[in-house]
Nanobody, 117 residues
Framework: QVQLVESGGGLVQPGGSLRLSCAAS????????MGWYRQAPGKQRELVAD???????NYADSVKGRFTISRDNAKNTVYLQMNSLKPEDTAVYYC???????????WGQGTQVTVSS
């Protein structure tokens, strides 16, 4: 059973920065894609960014140029550096991992990011 443990959320003022981390453990198979999703109150969960084991990245248009996703394959850890944060970035951020040839999905418990003055 794959476990994903997130850290790094919190309260930040508009224009500030936060860095999220997500460490995966327990996988017997290759973790092919790791990513971050977010869900704001009353809205559907949406992709923020993801990254393959070969470091190919994909970003939502709303975060391009402000967020950077990176990955340490040796540690099975994915990071999300969030700069120039806006109030509309406020959401619960979830880590996701797609494992093995079947790309079975696993989710973290979520971490709250609040952008407010």
């Amino acid at each position: 059973q794959v476990q994903l443990v997130e850290s790094g959320g919190g309260l930040v003022q508009p224009g500030g920065s936060l860095r999220l981390s997500c460490a995966a453990s327990g996988s017997r198979f290759r973790i092919n894609v790791m990513g971050w999703y977010r869900q704001a109150p009353g809205k559907q969960r949406e992709l923020v960014a993801d990254i393959t084991s070969g470091d190919i990245t994909n970003y939502a248009d709303s975060v391009k140029g402000r967020f950077t996703i990176s990955r340490d394959n040796a540690k099975n850890t994915v990071y999300l550096q969030m700069n120039s944060l806006k109030p509309e970035d406020t959401a619960v951020y979830y880590c996701n991992a797609a494992v093995g040839m079947s790309l079975r999905n696993y989710w973290g418990q979520g971490t709250q990011v609040t952008v407010s003055s």
